[in-house]
């Protein structure tokens, strides 16, 4: 499957941006899907992941009550609503997805196979 990332941009410190996740085919709703970012100079990082089965998620320490991840079945889409954006939140976003992570891996981006192309997001003060 390939992944296309969509929505980055710039935004002031207390705004929200929606990023989206295009997946190529219909295998989508058979596989878990992640956002990870990366800042410069820093290693990739998880942000929240949705659950292929259940459509459960879970989020990272530092994004938890500000960001949303969603699926779209229909439209093989997974979105992240990021909201109360900080200047720390600045970074390529990815999106990632994977049919056998597990949760005790989830952070790991080694557990993913498939990865979009990423999209800058810069927030500022």
């Known amino acids: 499957v390939q992944l296309q990332a969509s929505g980055g941009g710039s935004v002031q410190a207390g705004g929200s941006l929606r990023l989206s996740c295009a997946a190529s085919?219909?295998?989508?709703?058979?596989?878990?899907m992640a956002w990870f970012r990366q800042a410069p100079g820093k290693s990739r990082e998880f942000v929240a992941v949705?659950?292929?089965?259940?459509?459960?998620?879970f989020y990272s320490d530092s994004v938890k009550g500000r960001f949303t991840i969603s699926r779209d079945i229909a439209k093989n889409t997974v979105g992240l609503q990021m909201n109360s954006l900080k200047p720390e939140d600045t970074a390529v976003y990815y999106c990632?997805?994977?049919?056998?992570?597990?949760?005790?891996?989830?952070?790991?981006?080694?557990?993913?196979?498939?990865w979009g192309q990423g999209t800058q997001v810069t927030v500022s003060s």
């Open positions: 990632a997805a994977s049919s056998t992570v597990i949760l005790s891996s989830v952070r790991d981006p080694n557990s993913y196979s498939y």
């Open positions: 949705v659950w292929r089965n259940s459509g459960n998620s």
């Open positions: 085919d219909g295998t989508f709703n058979r596989k878990t």
